[in-house]
């Protein structure tokens, strides 16, 4: 599994989390409803390595 290059994107009225740099564009390896985009990007900060506490830290 790699260790960096997740994202997240909104398509539509749901979170997808991609890593197109290891899998491409079109492999959708998770997604979420619309309402908890909190999750969606909490476990992309944890798969890339990264702290909770830096990604609140960014919206606050």
């Known amino acids: 599994m790699p260790r960096t290059g997740f994202t997240v994107r909104r398509v539509g009225e749901h979170w997808e989390l991609v ?3 290891h ?3 079109t492999v959708v390896l ?3 409803p619309r309402d908890r985009h909190a999750e969606a ?3 992309c900060y944890r798969l ?6 830096e990604l609140r830290a960014a919206f606050h």
Not at 48 to 53: A, D, M, V
Request: charged share 35%.
């Open 19 to 21: 890593n197109s740099r």
């Open 23 to 25: 899998y491409g564009r």
């Open 30 to 32: 998770k997604s979420w």
């Open 41 to 43: 990007f909490e476990h």
């Open 48 to 53: 890339n390595g990264r702290s909770i506490e």
